[in-house]
């Protein structure tokens, strides 16, 4: 069993930037393939980022790409995402996902790979 906590969400202007992080706890955090999905009010949970168990994979979705980026301490077991020119469209709760197999056939950006889920953390852009 892995525990997830997020936190470092907050109200942020347009144009700023937030680094969210997510603790872990429980089995060999090293192990495990992360990612960090989204859901905005009335909307399904998308995909945002995701790293492999080394960092040496990393994949992102179109609408952040260039502005966000993931990256992981297996000393602390956490995986940060840090959020840079941010918009209004970014406002959701943020919610990062542990797997502890290799993510396969593209599988990093459904919900439904992660087998552990944190309880999110809210992430406002004013504009």
């Known amino acids: 069993q892995v525990q997830l906590v997020e936190s470092g969400g907050g109200l942020v202007q347009a144009g700023g930037s937030l680094r969210l992080s997510c603790a872990a706890s429980g089995r060999t955090f090293s192990n495990y393939n992360m990612g960090w999905f989204r859901q905005a009010p009335g909307k399904e949970r998308e995909f945002v980022a995701a790293?492999?168990?080394?960092?040496?994979?990393?994949y992102f979705a179109d609408s952040v790409k260039g502005r966000f980026a993931i990256s992981g301490d297996n000393a602390k077991n956490t995986v940060y995402l840090q959020m840079n020119s941010l918009k209004p469209e970014d406002t959701a709760v943020y919610y990062c996902a542990a797997r502890p197999t290799l993510f396969i056939n593209n599988n990093y950006a459904s919900p439904v790979a992660y087998n552990f889920w944190g309880q999110g953390t809210q992430v406002t852009v004013s504009s």
């Open positions: 790293i492999n168990w080394s960092g040496s994979l990393r």
